[in-house]
């Protein structure tokens, strides 16, 4: 009925501030089915497992979820870069049949087996009353999903930006399962509730203060190594507290419903009650309650030192909160991100403010005039970009700027220009409008679409740009579809033929310098790498902007040979499409500071 996966064109239509729902939408109607039938699957083949009188079911749990792990390092290593999307589209699909066939022979095999055979299989805990062990199993599960959700956006935003980096704590997620299942013996609850105190006071330190550990190479297994050890905690205890194999269906229900409900409050929720990312604190606290009603039928030592270090967390809460909150004029969440806009301590001349999401800077301006009206952050007189404005194109001029930031760019603006900016996150178009002044004081004029950058210039047939500029890929997860061949087509029909496109490919940990010079060669153009120094009291940072053109006044230009550099050819590297890209291809050498 749905084979094969994949969503088809109808979907690309304009998102709404709060996609979430809509991709649940796309998901369910594209993968739903059979997602819900894998999904089912372990619990199912569980119970015809027990009905062939086996006394250990529970043992393909740790099985299945291995098995994610092995398929989760297997993707991004081994089938992402060897398949493009159709193939493992048709592959995927192929290896489905074939597993509804296989279920299909287990259930023709397990209908002829009575439901007497069933082997009462269980391990009781004399920490919770059957009473409330349902209830326990549900706020196991979720507390699990939390913390690796809100582990990996606070990694991912407020600690180290890497592309795929959040690949390691799903997999200290599975992991953990994989243990606790696979053994009785593997969780030991006395060692593991002390090691959990240990991880608590860690990552409570860890997330106090924004800035407390501030060198990945200590940051990130803190947070990783934290969260495997509250994982082991969740799993070892919901592994301890299983039933009998006739009760399993109960409790395989229980648990992932707690772990839908858990991904709900940090994916969904959170963005929507909270301003700053405090969802990794309010995990922690949860995590603490949870250990304390798991201990609750132990000694009342127990009890209290978990009630304290329940009280420990909470205290963390608050100092999170205080921490995002100090010399902080405003904090905003969307499904986008977490932005806030920061006021430097100085007064006088120099005061100014910046706009990030997590860590990643999203522009800067003085506050006071003349200072006000110079360009900053990536965007000064010498970068790519403000060479090209200044130098190569006299006014009027016709602007298009993919990626608003707090609208540096405009500062470039005469009497006669258009600079249109295309933002997807109408609360940056807000803060822009509202906190910064480049917008409200250009000379040119300025308009603004709110969308997905390569979806509205699909939908305009305007007149075409002399330079249009791409600005969307510091993050770590960069919009892989405004960099393919059929992206550079489409901003092809957008350009004038004497145009240049110019791409803002300043990233830590990816060379997208070299996709843009395959690109462009694919389509005759040629292509300059342009990179300026950083210059602190003016709030200028280093900058790589590729530019991309036909235009020889451009190409000759002597600023531009000044700042020009070489782009390394990447040996290999595969030519980006809508179909395919490799991520790991471009990776860079991390740099431990």
Not at 12 to 27: G, K, T, V
Not at 134 to 150: D, E, N, R, V, Y
Not at 330 to 339: D, I, K, N, V
């Amino acid at each position: 009925m749905t084979l094969p996966i994949g969503p088809g064109s109808h979907w690309a239509r304009a998102a709404p501030d709060h996609p979430a729902w809509l991709i649940l939408e796309l998901l369910t109607a594209s993968v739903g089915l059979p997602f819900v039938l894998l999904s089912s699957t372990t619990p199912l083949l569980q119970h015809w497992v027990a009905r062939a009188g086996d006394a250990a079911p529970y043992r393909f749990f740790a099985v299945s979820n291995l098995a994610s792990l092995l398929a989760l390092l297997a993707y991004p290593l081994l089938i992402e870069p060897a398949l493009d999307m159709n193939t493992q589209r048709v592959c995927w699909s192929a290896l489905y049949v074939v597993f509804v066939s296989l279920c299909t022979a287990a259930a023709w095999r397990s209908s002829r087996l009575a439901d007497s055979a069933i082997v009462e299989a269980t391990l009781p805990s004399p920490a919770c009353g059957t009473a409330a062990r349902p209830l326990l199993w549900f706020a196991l599960a979720a507390c699990g999903s939390m913390l690796l959700l809100s582990i990996t956006n606070h990694v991912t935003q407020n600690v180290a930006p890497v592309p795929l980096l959040w690949v390691l704590p799903l997999a200290a997620y599975l992991l953990s399962y994989v243990l606790c299942f696979s053994r009785a013996t593997r969780y030991h609850r006395t060692f593991w509730l002390r090691a959990l105190a240990v991880a608590l006071g860690a990552l409570g330190y860890a997330v106090s203060d924004i800035n407390a550990i501030e060198a990945i190479q200590v940051s990130l297994p803190v947070f990783f190594l934290g969260l495997f050890t509250c994982c082991i905690f969740c799993h070892g205890e919901l592994a301890s507290l299983r039933p009998s194999a006739q009760d399993l269906t109960r409790y395989y229900v229980l648990i992932a419903a707690g772990g839908a409900v858990g991904a709900i409050f940090v994916g969904i929720i959170a963005p929507k009650i909270f301003r700053g990312i405090y969802e990794l604190p309010v995990a922690l606290l949860f995590t603490a309650l949870v250990a304390v009603a798991a201990v609750w039928q132990s000694s009342w030592a127990l009890r209290l030192v978990w009630l304290g270090v329940s009280a420990a967390m909470a205290v963390v809460t608050a100092q999170n909160v205080k921490a995002f909150r100090e010399d902080t004029v405003t904090m905003r969440r969307s499904f986008y991100g977490s932005l806030r806009v920061v006021e430097s301590r100085h007064g006088g001349a120099k005061q100014y403010r910046t706009l990030f999401n997590g860590t990643i800077e999203h522009g800067a301006q003085f506050l006071l005039p003349p200072l006000r009206s110079r360009p900053t952050s990536y965007y000064g007189p010498d970068s790519g970009i403000g060479i090209v404005l200044r130098e190569c194109f006299p006014a009027p001029k016709r602007i298009g700027v993919v990626g608003l930031g707090v609208g540096t760019v405009a500062a470039y603006g005469d009497t006669g220009d258009v600079f249109r900016f295309y933002e997807i996150n109408q609360q940056v178009a807000d803060i822009a409008q509202s906190l910064f002044f480049y917008l409200r004081e250009s000379r040119a004029r300025t308009e603004m679409v709110i969308g997905d950058g390569r979806l509205s210039l699909e939908r305009e047939t305007g007149a075409p740009f002399d330079v249009l500029a791409l600005d969307a890929f510091s993050g770590d997860a960069i919009p892989i579809h405004l960099l393919t061949q059929q992206a550079l087509a489409l901003y092809s029909r957008h350009l004038n033929p004497a145009g240049v496109l110019a791409f803002h490919v300043s990233n830590h940990y990816l060379d997208l310098a070299s996709v843009v010079q395959q690109l462009a060669a694919a389509r005759g153009y040629e292509s300059i790498l342009v990179r300026n120094e950083a210059d602190a009291d003016r709030l200028i940072e280093p900058a790589d902007w590729v530019l991309v053109t036909r235009n020889p006044a451009v190409l000759h230009n002597a600023s531009i040979a000044v700042h020009r550099r070489t782009i390394a050819p990447r040996p290999g590297l595969r030519l980006w499409t809508d179909d395919y890209n490799n991520l790991l291809q471009i990776l860079k050498p991390v740099k431990i500071q």
